[in-house]
């Protein structure tokens, strides 16, 4: 009993973790993309990933024996989530805000419920159905607190891709540790995504997109290091723990995010009320969904 209760404080505190980190990478990618692309902080972003992901690979040892099935599962959560997920979320930030972003990346878990009931006959229970009904009301809310700072309904198309490519890459991960471990799995994914990017940069004429100097670098680096560890820790709590644990308390991102922006980006972003409701509203929305499903 006191091991499981340990597991279970781990599992949280690495989920927690992960969630402040996606909101500071958050904050230091909308430092960055004052002055440079999203093409220019996502590629940098995924060759930190890439770098500190293998050199862990080998301080831990080498990537062991991991299953071909696991290796493919991990390489479409690559083209999934972080070429798809990551690139839009990048580009959202930089076309509606950070704010406004992290609450409608977060309807993932909405997603991989969606998926679920779909696919898998996973009947409609009430915390969904009242979950679904809470996500709805703050979504509104956000699109009208959005127009209010000029932001356009189409352009909150940006952050939902971006959250149905987390919602699905959430399963692949889930899929693809069954035979592989989390840091190897992580790797493959990540060297998946910077070798698709690479290659559509340079096919499309982008290559000016690989370079990046003066405080822009910094913050994208910094970036790299937040939302790569943090998805890092992410992968570790779902390989003790279940996803409906993990994935509540790591929706809890955008909260962060609004109380990180109210520190330092004021000067870049503004908030008002109905921007700060609908995000509480989605928080809780996926909260309901996640935990009691």
């Not at 909308?30 to 093409?39: A, I």
């Not at 076309?95 to 998926?115: D, F, K, M, R, Y």
């Amino acid at each position: 009993m006191v091991a499981s209760r340990s597991v279970s404080g781990t599992v949280a505190a690495l989920a927690l973790a992960s969630a402040l980190l996606s909101a500071a990478a958050t904050i230091l990618i909308r430092y960055g993309l004052q002055r440079y692309g999203p093409y220019t902080g996502f590629w940098i972003n995924l060759v930190v990933g890439t770098t500190g992901l293998w050199a862990a690979v080998l301080l831990t040892g080498g990537p062991g024996r991991p299953s071909a099935r696991s290796l493919a599962f991990f390489v479409l959560a690559g083209l999934v989530g972080t070429v798809g997920g990551r690139l839009l979320r990048y580009i959202s930030i930089e076309t509606v805000g950070a704010s406004i972003s992290a609450a409608l990346i977060n309807l993932s878990p909405l997603v991989s419920t969606a998926v679920a009931v779909a696919l898998l006959g996973e009947r409609v229970t009430s915390p969904i159905l009242v979950g679904t009904i809470v996500i709805v009301a703050g979504t509104t809310l956000l699109s009208l607190g959005g127009r209010g700072i000029g932001v356009t309904p189409g352009q909150l198309l940006l952050p939902l891709g971006s959250a149905l490519c987390f919602g699905v890459v959430a399963v692949l991960r889930k899929i693809g540790l069954s035979g592989a471990g989390a840091i190897v799995g992580t790797a493959a994914n990540l060297t998946t995504a910077l070798v698709a990017f690479s290659t559509f940069l340079l096919a499309s004429g982008h290559r000016g997109a690989m370079g990046c100097r003066g405080r822009s670098l910094v913050y994208f680096i910094a970036a790299g290091l937040a939302e790569n560890v943090g998805v890092f820790l992410g992968v570790v709590a779902l390989s003790l723990g279940a996803v409906s644990v993990v994935t509540p308390l790591a929706s809890v991102a955008p909260i962060f995010v609004l109380l990180l922006s109210g520190l330092f980006l004021r000067r870049i972003e503004l908030l008002n009320a109905r921007l700060v409701v609908g995000t509480v509203l989605i928080v809780l929305g996926a909260y309901l969904i996640t935990a009691f499903k």
